[in-house]
């Protein structure tokens, strides 16, 4: 999950270099430049993955920034999801903006090129954000689970909330203290560890051997497979909740009682503008609540979903060479290479991809993102407000809604309402 964690450079040192007796500047001078030209300027393959970085550097932080724009600037969307929507947004762009720029840096020229403080400072963070995500879709997943399988037992709050992201950051930044702890700068050719920073690595130390598989093992276990695992069963009860639950025979007694509009009126006398039975406005009012609670776990499942597969490969690759040891002596280094360079890669890519399944399956996170776009680009419709209006413009707005189309629905309406009445006893 560390920066540090592809292999370390292994580069032919000529003769001279691994001797004790000195070196001649010029020497010096054109081995570096031997190993700009021939070995660290990006290859044809690099400058894709480069490409491949700046557009998920480009997207996660513009992304995660107008997700949290958007529930910050509309009250209605400040739900106790939102909020947690909102904390993981700020995980991402933390790890965006200040550990994807280095992480790009180490996986294209294999040097730690930032010294000894950001040796501890860029991996902490990293690891840091990776527990932040963890708990809040974990927390996320708990509060819908409560919401939905178990209303009666725990009512979640905007203030429990805001208290539980708080816990989450103080808990992360506790517990990934050893991380900073135990990262150390050095250099794999001492000889030129003056005159450049090429080369230099920024890995783990510890003190015995069996420390790293102990740490590595519990973190694996903690930030990864447990986690994972309580939400997937979390979620598979949200799942059998949400869509088992239908009242029986309700489906095809709509359809089996269901007749044109002129016949309904004729049929039970009644005015199509009067009011519907109280019954039937409440199962209406229960079926817009599953459906809006059914779009909202999709959304949840889905992100889950990437994020378990955009952290496997890393996760699974840390744990073959922090707690197996292997890679130390791979033949095929290039491949090696490349497998981290890529799960690297998709750490980041998490990042980009959260803001855009809000938009694909939040109606009103795309409602906003297309507001905020619609300021910046031309064509894309009048320059929309990210604040939500007000309620006197709203209620307006409704009223000339509803007036323009005031007999399709009320004859619409009428129609469900009355066949609704059929089933209910």
């Known amino acids: 999950m560390e920066p540090s964690a592809t292999p ?34 990006p290859k044809q393959y690099e400058w894709v993955l480069i490409a491949a970085y700046v557009a998920v550097f480009l997207v996660a932080l513009v992304g995660n920034t107008l997700v949290c724009l958007a529930v910050w600037r509309n009250h209605h969307m400040r739900t106790v999801t939102n909020y947690f929507i909102v904390n993981l947004s700020l995980a991402d762009v933390l790890v965006t903006a200040i550990c994807l720029p ?79 702890a135990v990262m150390e700068c050095s250099s794999v050719l001492p000889e030129l560890a003056n005159r450049t920073r090429l080369f230099s690595v920024c890995d783990e130390r510890w003190a015995d051997d069996l420390y790293p598989k102990i740490y590595h093992s519990c973190f694996f276990v903690v930030t990864y497979l447990a986690p994972l695992g309580l939400m997937a069963m979390a979620y598979f009860q949200i799942f059998r909740k949400l869509w088992g639950r239908q009242i029986p025979g309700t489906t095809s007694a709509l359809v089996r009682n269901w007749k044109r509009p002129s016949d309904q009126l004729e049929d039970q006398g009644r005015d199509p503008g009067a009011e519907p039975p109280p019954r039937a406005r409440a199962f209406l009012a229960e079926m817009k609540q599953m459906r809006a609670r059914r779009k909202t776990a999709k959304m949840l499942m889905v992100v889950l979903l990437v994020f378990a597969l955009c952290y496997l490969p890393i996760s699974v690759l840390n744990v073959l060479k922090r ?74 707005h409704k009223s000339l809604s509803l007036q323009s189309r005031c007999s399709v629905s009320k004859v619409s309406e009428h129609v469900v309402l009355t066949s609704v009445t059929t089933v209910l006893p």
């Open 8 to 41: 370390g450079p292994q580069v032919g040192v000529p003769t001279g270099i691994g001797d004790t007796s000195p070196v001649p500047p010029d020497y010096e001078d054109e081995f570096l430049s031997y190993l700009w030209r021939d070995y660290l300027y």
């Open 102 to 180: 280095a992480s790009l840096l180490v996986d294209i020229t294999e040097s730690w090129l930032f010294g000894h403080a950001l040796c501890k400072v860029i991996p902490y963070l990293q690891a840091v954000s990776v527990s932040v995500a963890v708990l809040t879709l974990s927390f996320i997943a708990l509060d819908r689970w409560y919401a939905i399988c178990h209303p009666l037992l725990f009512k979640s709050t905007a203030r429990r909330a805001r208290g539980s992201i708080l816990g989450i950051w103080a808990v992360s930044l506790a517990v990934m203290v050893p991380q900073a």
């Open 323 to 396: 707690v197996f040891g292997m890679f130390h002596q791979a033949s095929d280094r290039e491949a090696v290479y490349a497998c981290f360079t890529f799960s690297h890669w998709l750490v980041y890519a998490n990042s980009a991809a959260n803001p855009i399944i809000y938009n694909f399956l939040s109606g009103k996170f795309r409602e906003q993102f297309k507001a905020a776009f619609s300021c910046c680009l031309p064509g894309l419709g009048p320059c929309g407000s990210l604040k939500a209006p007000s309620p006197r413009s709203s209620a307006s």
